[in-house]
């Protein structure tokens, strides 16, 4: 058993069975023992790959991206260049490298990361040596005013999500709680959930439908949004996702580029679930932001140029580094890889008409 698993047996024996939710919190982000505080796991060595790890040329095309909306905003004289959890640093550096066309941009640009993991800020601060002097939060709540401009890549996917079933009995909460011989199980919560939870067609869905709900992703996205409404600016999303909200159970744990069980060693895996896209625009437009897309990652790449970077990215490269550049190309846009499941989304204000989309 893992110090975290004991940990989190000892909570439920305390309080009674935990949501899904604070259940994925704590594996996650738990000070001493979550998974994200304490390692980190993103890379070839570690336990899943990221677009911004497979190839610069994601991270360079979502610099263009950020460079075109810098122009559409009328070229602020300041702004701050925000990135959710930025992981190793990767997609900051090669954004940054390649928002060196227009050194306007690069002059008006305050690097803010929001990250929570003390390990991964040290990649990021040394991932950014000579490019940026970054500077870090807790939350997005403690960013400064005035214009900004935001990427996040993979960020949504690892928050807290609840998850409803529809029983017998009708809906109830999925909980975790602790099975005869002392292990984490799931269960099902005694009371029916408030009906706002639940997606539409909630009561003609089938005995065993599940629906899940991101509250923390609605939330920053309507924070977000909020600060784009009052300061201007844009923000651009990746994740895998579904563009339209329905039933289906996406909570999964991986470690060592293979799907795990979420209840068996807590804290060693990365535990993540499907972004909905839907509800994500929905609280970026209730602030009064506007919406571009979601379109697939792989649309979205193409449309910014993909095959064009990858062929001056190749030019004068032996055979072997070519063969690298395409099967890269093939893996961030290819349909079969992530080029369908993920999408791109952005929020801007003032509503804008910016590439890719
Ligand atoms: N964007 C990076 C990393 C994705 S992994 C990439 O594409 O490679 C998720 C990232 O979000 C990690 O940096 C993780 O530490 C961070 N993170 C997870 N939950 C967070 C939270 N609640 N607040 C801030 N950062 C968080």
Request: glycine share 10%; net charge negative.
């Amino acid at each position: 058993m893992t110090v975290l698993e004991e940990k989190i047996c000892k909570l439920i024996a305390a309080v009674g069975p935990i949501s899904v939710a604070d259940y994925m919190s704590i594996v996650l982000s738990d000070p001493d023992h979550g998974y994200y505080t304490t390692r980190t796991a993103i890379g070839l060595e570690g336990d899943f790959i990221t677009a911004p790890e497979i190839s610069q040329m994601f991270g360079e095309l979502i610099g263009i991206w950020c460079v075109a909306a810098y122009e559409a905003l009328g070229r602020p004289p300041r702004l701050s260049l925000v990135e959710l959890g930025p992981g190793r640093g990767t997609l900051m550096a090669d954004l940054l490298r390649a928002g060196r066309v227009d050194p306007g941009f690069i002059r008006a640009a305050e690097v803010h990361l929001v990250e929570i993991s003390p390990e991964l800020r040290r990649r990021q601060a040394a991932g950014l040596t000579g490019l940026a002097s970054p500077i870090w939060h807790d939350r997005i709540d403690d960013l400064p005013d005035g214009p900004l401009i935001v990427v996040a890549n993979e960020f949504f996917d690892a928050l807290p999500i609840r998850q409803f079933v529809r029983s017998e009995r009708g809906w109830r909460e999925r909980v975790v709680g602790l099975d005869d011989n002392g292990n984490l199980a799931f269960g099902l919560g005694a009371a029916a959930p408030d009906p706002a939870l639940l997606p539409a067609g909630a009561a003609e869905a089938p005995l065993g439908a599940v629906a899940e709900i991101n509250r923390p992703a609605e939330a920053i996205v309507g924070t977000l949004a909020h600060r784009l409404a009052q300061h201007g600016g844009a923000a651009l999303i990746f994740d895998y996702g579904h563009v339209k909200s329905g039933f289906g159970e996406t909570l999964q744990a991986v470690r060592a580029h293979h799907y795990a069980d979420p209840l068996r060693e807590p804290g060693e895996c990365d535990l993540t679930a499907h972004v909905d896209f839907d509800r994500l625009a929905a609280a970026a437009t209730a602030e009064g932001a506007s919406v571009l897309g979601p379109t697939t990652q792989g649309d979205f790449l193409l449309a910014m140029g993909l095959t064009e970077r990858a062929g001056a990215l190749g030019a004068g490269r032996n055979a072997e580094e070519q063969a690298n550049i395409v099967a890269a190309v093939e893996r961030l846009a290819g349909p079969d890889e992530m080029g369908t499941l993920f999408k791109a989304m952005a929020v801007t204000h003032p509503p804008l008409a910016l590439p890719g989309f």
